[in-house]
């Protein structure tokens, strides 16, 4: 089945520091969305992106839906220990189903 | 407003068991959908609803059968529980240009 690829697949990073991951895929997109799932919880929406070249903020976090449709990333900003988790990217094709990316897993050293 | 809810959270099955995972929503969403993760797989679709009686086959769709009898309710059933089903499965319905809404998973072990 289809699938994005999301890199990278974990990352170990000091409280503090920035977060940067992407996806990419070889279809186009009209919808991309970034969630976070916290242990033992679902996924959670942060921020969704309708328009090629669009840049959103969420507090610290910020993503982009790339130029080409086929790519999307998500930057966190000074991260905090609140920021573990597991995040997915998703797509839409307009049809009312998501195709997710295989997630990347934040932990963050305080 | 509990948005999407499963039930149960956790089971234990042995190998050849069945059982049914509910999953029930107040949001008067149309559209209905059962994953199931597993480590370094993402999120990977099993079945999914677009309306009161409706079903369809996602991805993964061998070895579990649903049901959507009434728009709120939308059930997954294991008939003959297998160990490769031991995984975390998620329910969401459809918000609109916010995707989904998930519910908070089961856990799922088969033994």
């Known amino acids: 089945g289809q699938q994005l690829n999301q890199s990278p697949q974990s990352m170990f990073i000091q409280e503090g520091e920035d977060v940067s991951m992407n996806c990419t895929s070889s279809s186009i997109f009209n919808t991309w969305l970034w969630y976070k799932q916290d242990p033992g919880e679902g996924p959670v929406l942060l921020i969704a992106?309708?328009?090629?070249?669009e840049l959103t903020s969420n507090g610290r976090l910020t993503a982009q839906f790339g130029i080409t449709r086929k790519d999307s990333f998500l930057n966190i900003s000074a991260s905090i220990p609140s920021d573990v988790g597991i995040y997915f990217c998703a797509g839409s094709q307009g049809a009312q189903k998501l195709v997710f990316g295989q997630g990347t897993r934040l932990t963050i050293n305080p | 407003n509990a948005g999407v809810t499963q039930t149960p959270k956790f089971r234990v099955l042995k190998t050849g068991q069945s059982m049914t995972l509910l999953c029930a929503q107040d949001?008067?969403?149309?559209?209905m959908y059962w994953y199931r993760q597993d480590p370094g797989m993402g999120l990977r679709l099993i079945h999914y609803s677009v309306g009161e009686g409706t079903t369809a086959k996602g991805e993964v769709p061998d070895g579990y059968n649903v049901s959507r009898l009434k728009k709120q309710n939308f059930l997954l059933g294991l008939e003959s529980a297998a160990p490769s089903q031991t995984s975390v499965y998620f329910c969401?319905?459809?918000?609109?240009?916010?995707?989904?809404?998930f519910g908070s998973g089961t856990r799922l072990t088969v033994v």
């Open positions: 969401a319905s459809w918000t609109g240009l916010h995707g989904y809404t």
């Open positions: 949001m008067n969403h149309e559209y």
């Open positions: 992106l309708y328009k090629a070249g």
